[in-house]
């Protein structure tokens, strides 16, 4: 008898974590992200304070059913102990979460790996810490079930780990997400929309390093975009493609990222929407600007989402539909 209370007892908890690293959409069919980039925090340093008072002010006002930290997030050591104090105001309010790493998070003793695996002991956290055979770490592609019977998948979330640097002799510059991680992504996008009867869920991608292509869309005057462009897109030299692969699988119709952090804006290219999030620390790099995130809202069923900036402030900035917003009549 006490054997199987036990029992019950450890398939009781095991459900509510799994319950709890379940995402659906809500009731109004909506499902909102805060994507929080390039907080370069340094526990202790009082240049930081702002951010975690972002955090705090974004996460009650938003109330985020999902948050992602895409890279740069900890500059300074102890790495471990500043991740715990920057991943509590999610964990305390008991939001999923999901990280994927830039190109300066292992630059303080310890390996992308150790990172990773910490990562993914937290509660809440929604990541792997690899998958064999793919480069890099936390790639992930997470569901967002139905509002209705939290069975059948709606939406899907790609992170994707964009590497930091170059790893070619002669090639400089940041790194790129490789073939296998392409192929992977395409396995996962084929597998989600066969089970969808052979019909691209809706999709959005989360990674640190800028694609080539925003610098293309952003240069070509017919595209339209909302947001500010302020300083030169740091994009690698090589491009891996897999803006193209993602245009081939027809599911992701928006992808964000960080890197550039005076940039902010979002842009449609090729009925793909190429976002940045907003710089989320302040006075520890070279930024001189108000901190802040991008929200996105996603809406079951349907190939639309709606984002805007938050800023610490409170200002709401570039409010837009996807893709109503993005419609050029001249076209």
């Keep these: 008898m006490k054997r199987k209370w036990i029992f019950i007892l450890l398939f009781s908890m095991i459900t509510l974590v799994l319950n709890a690293q379940k995402l659906t959409f809500r009731k109004d069919g909506t499902f909102k992200i805060v994507q929080f980039t390039d907080m370069h925090y340094v526990k202790g340093n009082p240049q930081s304070d702002s951010t975690l008072l972002l955090i705090s002010r974004v996460l009650d006002t938003e109330k985020p059913d999902m948050v992602l930290f895409t890279g740069d997030i900890v500059t300074g050591k102890p790495v471990r102990e500043s991740w715990d104090n920057l991943t509590k105001f999610v964990i ?8 994927t790493l830039g190109n300066h998070d292992h630059e303080q003793g310890l390996t992308r790996e150790e990172i990773a695996r910490f990562i993914t002991s937290y509660p809440y ?10 480069t890099g770490v936390m790639n992930d592609a997470i569901p967002i079930y139905s509002s209705e019977n939290h069975l059948n998948s709606s939406a899907i979330i790609y992170c994707f780990d964009s590497g930091a640097y170059s790893t070619i002799k002669g090639i400089e ?5 490789t073939n296998d991680q392409i192929e992977w992504y395409k396995n996962q996008s084929l597998h989600y929309t066969i089970q969808n009867n052979f019909e691209p869920l809706p999709a959005l991608a989360y990674f640190h390093i800028v694609l080539p292509e925003y610098k293309i869309a952003f240069n070509d005057e017919k595209n339209i975009r909302y947001g500010l462009k302020k300083e030169e897109e740091c994009s690698p030299e090589l491009n891996s493609g897999l803006f193209l692969s993602m245009r081939e699988m027809r599911d992701v119709m928006g992808v964000f990222v960080g890197h550039d952090h005076v940039n902010n804006y979002i842009i449609n290219y090729h009925d793909i929407a190429l976002a940045y999030g907003k710089f989320s620390g302040w006075k ?3 930024t001189p600007e108000i901190n802040g995130v991008r929200v996105v809202q996603l809406k079951e069923g349907k190939r639309e989402f709606d984002s805007w900036i938050h800023e610490l402030d409170g200002t709401i900035k570039y409010k837009v539909s996807y893709p109503a917003d993005f419609i050029n009549p001249n076209k």
């Design 92 to 99: 305390d309010r008991k939001i999923p979460f999901a990280v």
């Design 125 to 134: 956290n929604l990541n792997t810490p690899s998958v064999p055979g793919v």
């Design 284 to 286: 520890t790099t070279y």
């Design 173 to 177: 510059g940041y790194g790129w997400i």
